[in-house]
């Protein structure tokens, strides 16, 4: 099984890897999660755990992950094509490289991930708001 530090971050047999794949830890994604999830809304946190439970699936392909690893980087990272520091539209690119990531991996976002994903929503914000 293939994990973030055994991806290369150089050019490969499976393409050239998004620099953001570096800017991924799950620490450091569930602090980003704490200070933006209001922000951020229901359906950007739902991509977000999607993402981050597909990453559990067996036999889940390096490219796949490498797509996720790279969204989610990407979302965790301040230095970004839109800096999310910028009252309302600061997310919106985050939002949609997530929206893109979920549709390319959407093979591995299993009836489990999902259920996974809308617990922790629920849990989070409450079944009344999401």
Known sequence: ?????????RRDEDGAWSAYVSDYSAEKLW???KGVAVTV??????NVLRLFYALEAPNIPKKVK?????????FISPLDVIPDV??????TDDLGVLAAAVAFVSLYITPDVKARADAKLADWFGKEIC
């Open 1 to 9: 099984m293939y994990d973030k530090k055994n991806i290369s971050m």
């Open 31 to 33: 602090a980003k999660l």
């Open 41 to 46: 809304g229901c359906e950007g946190i739902r």
């Open 66 to 74: 490498m797509v996720i690893y790279g969204a989610l980087g990407y």
């Open 86 to 91: 910028i009252p309302v539209v600061g997310f």
